[in-house]
């Protein structure tokens, strides 16, 4: 039995249940892997030091993007990625905010509205920056609030400007001040946003009356201090999952506590108990449609438009020759290599693989030598 308070504990205690929770197939395939995560039921390897002879068993990850304790290297090589593809000017955080309303559509036909909600909030974007002139935008979709409700919204990271028609560049009117009047970016998204829904999804009049008779939430944070901190700041949100294992407090055979800050009253920090089932319940409502991306990038920040055109603002906004800007673009992050974690300076090799059987028993019994050749 796991010691760590962690989600996959909880799934462990109740595993029994989950199927009659009324879930999906496919978030039951991905709760179980989750469970699963770093334990024999994935097979593992045995590493030893190249220096000192220290042996450790590891077991194998889920890397699921669900899964707590898989993200933190994903992370890690999407902000070195983005910072390749920085141009020196202000960058804005904005986020696009779904209503409430919009939840019963969101839990039974989730692709629908998380791809409209990504479809709108660049279709808002590119109205404010003009017909003629090109702007870009990465966005991340979050689907939770702190207590893990159902909360769809989009992180965004928008360049403060856009390229002309003629290929120059120009700032937004406010000269990076901010971005464009939020309230207006509001009234748009939401019409966007209905106008989208409305050509695959028949809408009542009476939620359609609702929807349109409230504000819709879009917030714009002032630009950051560089274009390389907003990319930081942005990696915060490409690979968090609905709540992380530091968040859970308290395991018992029942329940479960949690932290969460309740934005209502300035981000007050609480604690919530929840059955068991309730919160693996919560928790799968934020498992994704199979193959649905949650990180895309629109514009002169896409996949189409980077590799090209790119590098040539990039060289024409920093005044390098175009050469440097694409040499700096091809020095990647060195491949991560793991330290041993007795002598602190020999690297860890993987000497042998097991299966869901575990490892050989003499290794489960400490029966081990220093000498790495003995196991080879």
Sequence with gaps: MRTKKEVAQILDLSWDKVEFIGLNSWQIRTLRAIRDCRTVALGGHVDACDSCGHIQIS???????????????????????RSSEL????????????????????????KLIY?????????TIAAF??????????AILHTWGQNLSLHPHLHCIVPGGMVTSTGKWQLTKSKGKFLFPVKAMSRVFRAKYMSILRQTERISPVLSKALFS?????????????????????????HKVAISNHRILAIDDQRVTISYKDYRVAGQKKTMTLSHGEFIRRFALHILPKRLVRIRH??????????????KLQSFLTNLPLDKTSEKKKK???????????????????VMTFGTRGPPDYLKTGWVTSNTNAIV
């Design 115 to 123: 791809d409209a909600l990504f479809k709108a909030a660049w279709a």
């Design 129 to 138: 920056a003009g017909k003629r002139n090109k702007s870009g935008m990465i």
């Design 59 to 81: 077991y194998n990850s889920c890397r699921n993007r669900h899964c707590p304790k898989c993200q933190g290297h994903k992370r890690d090589q999407w902000i070195a990625a």
């Design 298 to 311: 629109f514009g002169i920040l896409s996949s189409k438009w980077k590799p090209n055109k790119l590098p």
């Design 87 to 110: 141009l020196p000017v202000p960058y804005f955080h904005v986020v696009f905010t779904l209503p409430q309303e919009l939840n019963t559509f969101a839990l039974h036909k989730p």
């Design 332 to 350: 990647s992050k060195p491949a991560f290599v793991p330290k041993c974690p007795c002598c602190k300076s020999g690297t860890m090799i993987i």
């Design 214 to 238: 409230k504000e819709w939430v879009v917030y714009a944070k002032q630009p950051f201090g560089s274009p390389k901190s907003v990319v930081e700041y942005l990696g915060r949100y490409t």
